[in-house]
Nanobody, 122 residues
């Protein structure tokens, strides 16, 4: 049974930083999965924020949506089967529920975490 559990969300002032973590379990080979962070703000569709690819793919550079480039950094620790999102220079528009997402590098069933809320407000 694959599980993804996010942590690290909370309330932060504009310009502040947060680090989100996604702890996983149940993967046969975590390294074979592309890991992502999505977010969903109230009344909006869920959007892809960042993706870090399996070490076995030919696309080593992580993907970031334009609005977070230079502010967010996604990383993975395959030995501990975790993925993190370091968020800096946070803006009110970054307020959303952030979800961890996993998809096999060759395609197939996807998994979601339950989400962790991030609120950027003074």
């Amino acid at each position: 049974q694959v599980q993804l559990v996010e942590s690290g969300g909370g309330l932060v002032q504009p310009g502040g930083s947060l680090r989100l973590s996604c702890t996983t379990s149940g993967f046969i080979s975590f390294s074979d999965w592309d890991m992502s962070w999505f977010r969903q703000a109230p009344g909006q569709e869920r959007e892809l924020v960042a993706r870090i690819y399996s070490i076995f793919t030919s696309r080593p550079a992580p993907y970031y949506t334009d609005s977070v480039k230079g502010r967010f950094t996604i990383s993975r620790d395959d030995s501990n089967e975790t993925v993190s999102l370091q968020m800096s220079a946070l803006k009110p528009e970054d307020t959303a529920v952030y979800y961890c997402h996993a998809v096999p590098r060759i395609g197939g069933h996807i998994y979601w975490g339950q989400g962790t809320p991030v609120t950027v407000s003074s």
